[in-house]
Each structure stands twice: as structure tokens, then as C-alpha cells.
């Protein structure tokens, strides 16, 4: 296990914690969205960009899970934290659109995007608009979210000066997928689909959605970052509904597993720290930059995922 206290360029490893990343750090005056932010490393992250400073605004599919943990980290800061719950069901294109215009209605600048929620299911059902539920869920419905909010995240990195961030939380399991990285022809077809590749998928998605929305961005002129996170292996309540993962995780994954904390770490580290300024269209696991698959990096495949999922939106 030295490998995991091992520091990289950035002079952090994977057993550094969020809070230890972001020591300094004065997030005042920003305004984040975190999705999934009720439980695990969502509940992390929200807690600690909302030590920093930074304005919260927690998106949950459970309103009533999402209070609690208002609760709990506004009782934890002195002084107050500014946390609002907003309720987002990413496997609904409907509720996509409602949050962002809740969200809108709350007349608050964006500065920075988490999209940390995420599905693991046992079987490949299909989402209320007829997707696989992974591809809905863990991509479309933050490839969606993304461009409802994108337009106030320009104006504020406009009005403000600071950088927007936008960070997709991916996993290494990216590299579980079919050969041809993503297969368009099943997303409507769920039938045949082995569960644990379509998450794979889905996750390859996240990345592969970053690095074109950057390669956008940037043309444009935009002072926005994009950027794709491993927070490592961490057990928490994504495999509840993988009986022999979830089993393996309370077993092995004890051992090789990090904390909760330390999992938080790297959004927390792509999203507010200053050595990430201006890198934008990157992969970081252990807060340091690293190397996602090669699917992940195919430029045309990139295109082609963005074109498609701008169709499924429509």
C-alpha cells in the first residue's frame, strides 16, 4: 500500500483527504451544484466545499436524505454554511429541466459544477424516457444538466473573473465497456446489456463528455474548465444493489478501499484548487493528473457521443 501514500507532482496521494486539499482555500463568494450530494462522496464534497465558503446547492434525488445532510453540515461549520436542497432525478430528462429552472429561479451565479451522482444497478432496466438506466443516469442526465446551466456558468466567469469548473466524477471501471467503447445501438435496447459493462459505458461517457465540452469551451474562448475525476475505490452505497460487489467490498475492498474522506478528495482538489487553473480536458486520480484508456482519449468517438447525446435531449 506505500503506492497510496506516495505524493504526486501536485504534492498530494491518494490517502490525502478533501479538507487537506483544499486547506487555505477561500471559496467565498462561489456557488456550487452537486449532484448527489445526500450520502458518500457527494455528502463529502458538498461538506467541504461548504467549509470553504462556497455557496451549496445540493442536488438529491431524495429531498428528505438531502435535508438531513443540510442539517448535519450546517450544525458542523461555525457560523453558518449556505446549503440549499434541490430535488434532480438524473434518469429524467423532465426532472433535469425542472432543476435548472428551480435552480434559475434562485437567481445565483454558477462557479462550479459537480456532477458526482451516479447508479449501479443489478439489471439493465430502462430509464422513463426508454435509455438504458446507466447511459440516462450516470451520462445523459448530467450531459443535460451541463448545457441547461452552462449559459450562467459563461456569464459568471464573465462578470466575476474566476474560472468556472466543471467536474464529471468517472471511475477506472471506464475501462470496462464494449469494444467499441460506446454502443449506440443498445442505448434504447437494454435487452442483452450485461450490467456491469453498461456502468462502464457509462462511465467512459463521462469522460469522453468532458473532453469534448473542453475541446468546445476552449474554441469558444470560454474561461471554463472541464475535467474528469476517479475518486478511487470507496465503499459506499453504489454497489447496495450488486448483492456479490457490495459482498466483495465489505470484504476485500475493506482493505483496499479508502475512506469516504480521502475519496472526496480529488473533485474537491479539480474543482477549487489553484494549481488546476486553467488544465482543462483531463483525467485526475490521487489529485494528480493520469491516464484514462485510450477510448477515453479518442477525440472522434468524443464527437460523435456529444452529437448523439444532443440528440437524445431534444
Not at 428528505?64 to 450546517?74: H, P, V
Amino acid at each position: 500500500m506505500w503506492w497510496f501514500y506516495r505524493k504526486g507532482p501536485s504534492g498530494f496521494a491518494g490517502a490525502s483527504t478533501a479538507e487537506e486539499v483544499t486547506a487555505g482555500i477561500d471559496g467565498r463568494g462561489l456557488v456550487a451544484v452537486i449532484t448527489g450530494a445526500s450520502r458518500g462522496i457527494g455528502r463529502e464534497t458538498a461538506r467541504v466545499l461548504a467549509l470553504r465558503g462556497v455557496r451549496v446547492v445540493m442536488a438529491v434525488r431524495d429531498v428528505s436524505a438531502g435535508a438531513r445532510a443540510k442539517e448535519a453540515i450546517q450544525a458542523e461549520i461555525r457560523g453558518g454554511a449556505e446549503v440549499d436542497v434541490l430535488q434532480l432525478d438524473l434518469s429524467s430528462m423532465a426532472s433535469v429541466g425542472r432543476f435548472a429552472a428551480e435552480f434559475a429561479s434562485l437567481n445565483l451565479p454558477l462557479n462550479i459544477l459537480i456532477n458526482n451522482a451516479g447508479v449501479m444497478a443489478r439489471d439493465c432496466n430502462r430509464s422513463c424516457d426508454g435509455l438504458e438506466l446507466h447511459f440516462a443516469t450516470n451520462h445523459i442526465g448530467h450531459f443535460l444538466l451541463t448545457n441547461l446551466l452552462l449559459e450562467n456558468m459563461k456569464s459568471a466567469c464573465r462578470d466575476s473573473g474566476v474560472q468556472g469548473r466543471i467536474v464529471n466524477v468517472s471511475s477506472s471501471g471506464h475501462i470496462m465497456t464494449y469494444p467499441q467503447g460506446i454502443c449506440f445501438d443498445k442505448v434504447h435496447d437494454p435487452s442483452g446489456f450485461n450490467s456491469l459493462i453498461a456502468y462502464g459505458q457509462s462511465k467512459l461517457a463521462n469522460i469522453l463528455h468532458m473532453n469534448e465540452l473542453s475541446r468546445i469551451l476552449k474554441d469558444e474562448g470560454v474561461n471554463i474548465s472541464a475535467n474528469t475525476v476517479h475518486p478511487g475505490v470507496i465503499v459506499t452505497s453504489l454497489f447496495r444493489n450488486r448483492t456479490i460487489v457490495s459482498a466483495l467490498m465489505n470484504t476485500v475492498g475493506r482493505i483496499i478501499s479508502r475512506s469516504v474522506e480521502q475519496g472526496a478528495a480529488t473533485t474537491c482538489y479539480v474543482a477549487m484548487h489553484p494549481q488546476v487553473q486553467g488544465i482543462t480536458g483531463k483525467y485526475f486520480g490521487n489529485c494528480n493528473i493520469a491516464n484514462p484508456s485510450s477510448q477515453a482519449v479518442d477525440a472522434e468517438l468524443a464527437k460523435k457521443l456529444w452529437n448523439f447525446s444532443l440528440q437524445m435531449c431534444r
